[in-house]
């Protein structure tokens, strides 16, 4: 995978668009700056435990004894249903329950940014090449840079598209992940089936 392409992925991932609505509710309450400054720190939270996860995911998979292939298939199915909640929204939003009061770490930088998919993600682009981190990295930071762009933008963003707009781009960014996730599926079970076909 290039770097474009695994940048997409994770930007897909984090779903800035379609969080819009929960960040704008959670920052509400503060005052203007004190919004600027949550969010920031949110990122940067996000940012940290996602770079935790793609230096130190290897050897997590190494002491598990994790394969290749269950780490693509398993990701491939977390992204698979985070693609359907994204096209199927329900009522209780994409993560649950968000807690009151002023976010430190959940649900903004965790899972909201830094979720279960997005780590996922970067394990099984750390695991399937280890020699390119610092391409993985870059992904990371170019995903991320987007991802703080438009939540930086929110309250702009949503007066200028609307509820109904943002809603129809999350479906369309859920569409392009359940794609990529079926396509993550179908590599892990191509890699197995040769690794049995040679054992045999």
Do not use: C
Request: hydrophobic share 60%; aromatic share 8%.
């Amino acid at each position: 995978m290039e770097v474009l392409s695994a940048a997409v992925l994770l930007f897909l991932i984090m779903d800035p668009l379609g969080n819009i609505p929960v960040f704008l509710g959670l920052l509400r309450p503060l005052a203007p700056r004190r919004r600027l400054y949550v969010l920031a720190r949110e990122l940067l939270i996000a940012l940290a435990i996602l770079f935790v996860v793609l230096f130190a995911g290897q050897w997590v998979l190494a002491g598990l004894h994790l394969r290749q292939e269950s780490i693509s298939i398993a990701g491939g199915i977390v992204l698979f249903l985070i693609g359907v909640k994204m096209i199927f929204p329900t009522a209780e939003g994409l993560f649950g329950e968000i807690p009151d009061g002023e976010p430190l770490i959940v649900p903004m930088a965790v899972p909201l940014i830094a979720g279960p998919s997005t780590m996922a993600a970067l394990l099984l682009l750390a695991n399937q090449n280890p020699e390119r981190t610092a391409d993985w990295s870059l992904a990371l930071v170019i995903a991320w840079v987007g991802t703080a762009a438009i939540l930086f933008s929110a309250t702009w963003l949503y007066r200028l598209l609307g509820a109904r707009a943002l809603s129809a781009l999350e479906r369309l960014m859920g569409m392009l992940l359940v794609a990529l996730s079926v396509q993550m599926v179908l590599d892990g079970v191509a890699v197995y089936l040769r690794s049995a076909l040679a054992a045999g």
